[in-house]
């Protein structure tokens, strides 16, 4: 009988389980703490001196001088990361498996050489081969925190992003850094200034062997309807009947790649496209004549959802640092109880059949 055989054709029997005990006790006896411990725990456990203790017996008494040595660490049990026998489900690859949502401050260059000190939200995930159990989810944290002191850049975050592909021994990966970037914006005819806030996501991804840079921008206007504003002067040219037309807060997310061998587009850069494509962004500082020109404003460029998916198409594709790019739009109607949308895709990157069900309604300025 060959008791190491993995291909047995039936189950073994009560003697076939002593034998192997006896085998698997006999190479404990000479293997290392660091050997056992990579083990199955449920069969270490088997061996002589590691049975568990009863529970009544376990001490309740909270050890603060309790030193974890390298010795000891070699001894404690690692199921993320056990072997393939230990997997539940189905044996397949899983394309993303990570962290979401850890938070520290970071530094990030401006387009006028100045630096600016933002809470930021971390999102690093990779790969996980089909024969693998799991990672170990703190590595793509500790990983990032080598590089957390650095002004950051596509060029810090690739460096980022190749220490955990290869702490982790993962082909694919993807780590994104959303944060709200503030920028002083001046209003339309008083002359006050106050900081408009930018939601602003960096996603670097590696799939294929190949990298791509992405910027994540959500840009928030006032969209007035083209048709009611024709009915509204209709009303007053016709029956002298005052009217207003329907207007109401919007928001485009605008995802673009970004070309790797073209100068820095900066964020200020993106979001000067979007107010050149729908100059009505919302307002920070508004006095009487703020707002009297805002209402001029928004008569000069009423918009449909599908003007504005349009014109910020046309100055993305302006752009020779930009690549692929998405444009999602969504108009929060207050003359309708729903909202009207639209999604403009260039290029192979952001091309999707499916959409995320929640898509729509993340598209909201919370203020």
Known sequence: MN????????APDRETAAEALEVLRDWA??????????MDPAIARLLPGREVTNYPEL??????DFKADENYRATLPDLQNGPTSLIRGAQEQIQHVGIS???LPIRFHTRDAGDLLLETSVTGSVSLQAEKKGINMSRIMRSFYKHAEKTFSFEVMEHALEDYLTDLDSGDARLQMRFSFPAKIESLRSG????????IALELVQTGGERHEIIHLDYVYSSTCPCSLELSEHARQSRGQLATPHSQRSVA???VQVERDQPILWFEDLIDHCRRAVPTETQVMVKREDEQAFAELNAANPIFVEDAARLFC?????????????????HQESLHSHDAVSVLTQGPMFASASLDPQLFSTLIHRG
């Open 3 to 10: 008791i190491y055989s993995r291909n047995r054709e039936s």
């Open 29 to 38: 006896a000479t293997a290392t703490e660091t050997e056992i411990a990579q």
């Open 59 to 64: 001490s309740r008494h909270y050890d603060e």
């Open 101 to 103: 949502n850890f938070r």
């Open 192 to 199: 006050l200034s106050g900081y408009q806030y930018y939601d």
């Open 253 to 255: 997310r605008i995802s």
């Open 314 to 330: 046309e100055a993305l594709q302006s752009d020779g640092r930009i690549a692929d790019f998405r444009i999602v739009a969504s």
